[in-house]
């Protein structure tokens, strides 16, 4: 708008400036497309099911059909004028086709990138740009072979065979070589970013001069990067803010200066474009939800997909532009355009907000927590590794829960990286490989781990390792989904801060922030381990020793929960379990609050506990009542038990009274409740490790999982 002024942007932006500001944007958008090739991994192609193969080919082709029939018609019973006539055959293409790095910036903004919707979009939006690169090959050498003489026709081949043949064989070795050659543990090192610049540079500049446009040279490069650590990943961490906070927003703004909603006079073009805008969009919707309605999935979550690869952005834009510079569409085209891509993508986002919540799918029809198993039940877990130096710690916590042949466990390891030097999310299984490697990953080496732990324990535990490459903010996805797939029962998630010899190293707030929303959409029981670097190898521990665990229980669902994991832990020959009851000392003062359903279930399943006291062994089964008063008498007992155990169970809900609100005191801002927040405080300097146990708070029709008629299961 401001550049329709004469004067404001002969001043602002004057003609000389205007030139080099035409060549930064140029130079913007080829580094933005060299990155998308970076992060762009080709063997989604190859990976993806015929869900995503279906989408990306019919939501290319049906729009691409129907519209290009409607552009036909137009122009063959209406007389169209010469330039919408002209402009037609390239507009079409654009709006049949599904960019993926527009559909992988727009599912990061709605935080979806890793959802089921989202790895769908992601997978089809690659198929449908592979349908659009071989279109317009075809159309391209189609165009040469008409127009070109037959030496520059064989001059074009050669030299575009010698440019692939070179990135294929020469720089794509280079690359690998420097991969090999940098540690996981160690950035690459400077001179190798610089020499990947200076080829880019190099690469686009021969690309203009063989024919071959800049922006494809700098992709083509890009692909051949391999995605991911370490080489892909430091080249976007070091070229990922200049391009996306200087020269995009020129981009941006250059393309700006061209619109000019005045022009707009024919209102004959305004709507024929609008009406085959409206066509693609149809199409693209048909073509996009008809596999999945086939499918059976909801017709919410097909819709939103749909509309998803609707969505118009920064490709459309520098296509927009290129037929502008070549004089393929005028001014009034070109802003009617790029008007109508914004007002449909703007659209489209809030409405995809309101259809789709990934977090609906994870609601349980059945109850799953370990209170509800019965005692030859498979356990199932969900063990989620962050760096290796959680792997002991929770082995050591599966191990003290007696595995054996009458008490399985099915462990499902997931191994979380954060997502960096690729553009899509990643959640696939891990595949041994026949000879192990020289230099294992760090991946390798968790898996490794927990596959040695099956093989102590041969035919009584079943190991399936999962990787899973996410944005921190959207990694819950990956938990809660694998969680409701695999049927476990249980999610155990490392605690946000790890001690290291006495001392305190709190990690980033992005793990805390995954374990929040863990707790919150979970489909199953979440237990969060703090590991306190006591927890001895149980393996290694004679029949003598004891493995001990103690209970804190105050009462409800989260406590009861924990004590039904102590219970099954007690089972184990090894282990001793003691149940620290606390019972305020006022006559009519509650230690928590809560239902009589709650207390009369609180007060069954201590009952059932004392009675197996009653025939164990009084050193390995025991059973204790606390008469407290105040918060700082629930402190004293909690730091006398973290000194003389190896694990503490303690619920993270539970409900208010006058002790817990002088304890909620401790730490405000926690999320493992008002006990849990003080067993994790280093004040406490306790020996113990500590599991914080969330009872499944999601399951279908109930709004408080009490109210079950189901809640327990008893052997007759």
Known sequence: MLGRDASFSAKVFPTKSRLVLDTVSVFGFMLFVFLIGVKMDLSVVLRSGKKALAVGILGFFIPLVLASLVAFLLDKFLSLDHDIARALPHVVPMLSMTA?????????????????????????????????WSIMCVLSFADLARTSSVIVIVGSLVTSVLFFTVVIFVIRPAALWVIRHTPE????????????????????????????????????????????????????????????????????????????????????????????????????????????????????????LGLIMNTKGIVELAILNDIKNKKIVNDEIYTIMIVSLVATTGVISPIVKFLYDPSKRYIAYKRRTILHCRGNDELRILACIHHQENVHSIISLLQASNITKDSPMDLVVLHLVKLMGRASS?????????????????????????????????????????????????????????????????????????????????????????????????????????????????????????????????????????????????????????????????????????????????????????????????????????????????????????NSCNLVLVGRRHGDSTIMLQLGKWNERGDLGAIGEILAASELKGEASVLVVQQQTRLWGLKDPEESTHLRRIKL
């Open 185 to 304: 543990t160690r950035p690459v090192k400077e001179r190798y970013i610089f020499i990947a610049l200076v080829i880019l540079m190099v690469s686009g500049f021969a690309g203009e001069v063989i024919g071959i446009h800049a922006t494809t040279a700098s992709l083509v490069l890009g692909l051949i990067v391999p995605d991911g650590p370490p080489l892909g990943a430091a080249l976007s961490e070091t070229l990922d803010c200049f391009v996306s906070l200087l020269l995009l927003p020129i981009f941006f703004a250059v393309s700006g200066l061209k619109v000019d909603v005045f022009c707009i006079q024919n209102w004959t073009n305004i709507g024929v474009l609008e009406l085959v805008f409206f066509v693609a969009f149809v199409g693209k919707l048909i073509g996009s939800m008809l596999p999945l309605i086939i499918c059976r999935m909801p017709f919410r979550d097909a819709l939103s």
């Open 426 to 642: 990643l959640l696939v299984p891990h595949r041994q490989k026949d000879k192990p490697p020289r230099n294992p990953t760090q991946s390798e080496r968790i898996f490794n781990a927990f596959k040695k732990f099956e093989e102590q324990n041969p035919g009584f535990l079943n190991v399936h390792c999962y990787k899973g490459i996410a944005p921190y903010m959207t990694m819950h996805n990956d938990v809660c989904s694998l969680a409701l797939e695999k049927r476990t029962i249980l999610i155990i998630l490392p605690f946000h801060k790890q001690w290291s010899s006495g001392e305190t190293n709190e990690s980033s707030h992005a793990h805390r922030h995954l374990n929040k929303s863990v707790l919150e959409k979970a489909p199953c029981s979440v237990g969060i381990l703090i590991d306190h670097r006591s927890f001895k190898s149980m393996h290694k521990m004679n029949e003598r020793s004891t493995f001990r665990v103690v209970v804190l229980f105050f009462g409800g669902a989260d406590d009861r929960e924990a004590l039904a994991y102590g219970q099954r832990m007690s089972d184990r020959s090894s282990v001793g379990l003691t149940v620290v009851r606390f019972v305020n000392s006022g006559p009519t003062a509650e230690i928590v609050a809560g239902t009589e359903r709650s207390k009369m279930l609180d007060s069954d399943i201590l009952r059932n506990f004392k009675s197996k006291t009653k025939y164990g062994s009084v050193e390995k089964i025991e059973y204790r009542e606390k008469v407290v008063g105040c918060g700082m008498d629930v402190i004293v007992v909690a730091k006398s038990v973290v």
């Open 100 to 132: 993926f790095p527009v559909i992988t910036c727009f599912l990061d903004e709605l935080k979806i990138l890793n959802s089921e919707i989202g790895r769908l979009a992601s997978s089809s939006s690659v198929i449908s740009d592979v349908c659009l």
